[in-house]
């Protein structure tokens, strides 16, 4: 190329880059049009969703008298904390049982499901996708079809009513999603190179899984301890069948807070915030981690 044609060719570069944009063309090539309407569309879809949270937060801090159809979208006239005293009066011994049952079943289930999913993915054997399967197919059965088998089988075993029936319950239908999501993570995240190595190594099934699985799972058992913690924490058809009002969670005690002849709107609103409050708290302290383990064992089924 001659030097007249490369300063040429030059020049013609130089004149394409200082050509200007397109009035109201943004550099990711979408129009300021375009994008205003795309915010007021999300910023619509926000007031939808907080015009709820709005009704029950303002109504949570009101007087039994304040608390009318008629006033229900007004600010309180009177500012008081008496309905959050009461609803955590009546709370408080239904929550710590709710911890003490989310918290195990969340656990339990996730280590057994993360077992099942390396052996699955990782440790094949014959028969394997039939066994899985059979397990995923735990995911299709309602609630309602299983509640009085279940609970004439817990009868029977002479199982006592309470959170130890609803550790097993929880456990035993968490355990088809887990398995899935740890398999699929395990199918898509450990390299086969890691599990031949450890072969190779004399490791079996268990040292592989203790020593070398488990410590790169974080990101799966993120996934599975918040679907597991918030599904247990607001299931209620369970408790309802396998618990009774003096030794369940806090479900029930919100269902009791809500009863009666004459609702108290105030303290049951306070209610319904004290008993979110938990799973607001675990998502935001790993919800960080959530997507990116969801999305992890997502690209290969």
């Known amino acids: 190329?001659?030097?007249?044609?490369a300063a040429a060719t030059g020049q013609a570069a130089a004149a394409i880059s200082r050509k200007p944009q397109k009035r109201g063309v943004i550099a990711d090539g979408s129009t300021r049009r375009s994008r205003t309407v795309r915010y007021i569309l999300l910023l619509f879809f926000l007031l939808f969703v907080l015009t709820p949270v709005y009704v029950v937060v303002i109504t949570s801090f009101k007087t039994s008298g304040d608390t009318t159809a008629a006033s229900q979208w007004n600010l309180p006239k009177e500012w008081t904390l008496e309905p959050w005293?009461?609803?955590w009066d009546v709370l408080q011994p239904y929550m710590i049982r709710s911890l003490s049952l989310?918290?195990?079943?969340?656990?339990i289930s996730s280590l057994i499901g993360s077992a099942n999913g390396f052996v699955l993915a990782r440790w094949r054997f014959p028969g394997a996708n039939i066994v899985f399967a059979f397990i995923l197919f735990g995911m299709f059965i309602p609630y309602q079809a299983v509640m009085l088998p279940l609970r004439t089988t817990f009868t029977e075993l002479d199982v006592t009513r309470g959170v130890p029936t609803l550790i097993l319950?929880?456990?035993?239908?968490?355990?088809?999603i887990c398995t899935l999501i740890f398999r699929n993570y395990y199918a898509t995240i450990v390299p086969n190179e890691i599990?031949?190595?450890?072969?190779?190594?004399g490791a079996g099934l268990i040292q592989t899984y203790l020593r070398i699985i488990l410590p790169i799972s974080i990101?799966?058992?993120?996934?599975?301890?918040?679907?597991?913690?918030t599904s247990v924490w607001n299931d209620f058809l369970f408790a309802l069948f396998l618990t009774q009002q003096n030794n369940g969670p806090v479900t029930l005690g919100l269902a009791a807070l809500a009863g009666g002849q004459k609702v108290d709107y105030a303290a049951s609103m306070a209610g319904a915030l004290i008993t979110s409050f938990p799973t607001l708290l675990v998502y935001i302290l790993?919800?960080?981690?959530?997507?990116?383990?969801l999305m992890a064992g997502a690209l290969k089924g």
Do not use: N
Not at 102 to 107: D, Y
Not at 169 to 176: D, Q, T
Not at 195 to 201: G, H, L, N, Q, Y
Not at 219 to 229: D, E, R, Y
């Open 1 to 5: 190329m001659s030097a007249e044609t």
């Open 85 to 87: 005293r009461k609803a």
């Open 102 to 107: 989310a918290i195990p079943a969340a656990i």
């Open 169 to 176: 319950a929880h456990c035993i239908y968490g355990l088809p």
């Open 195 to 201: 599990i031949e190595s450890a072969r190779v190594d």
């Open 219 to 229: 990101s799966g058992f993120v996934v599975t301890l918040i679907w597991q913690f």
């Open 286 to 293: 790993l919800g960080r981690w959530f997507i990116g383990g």
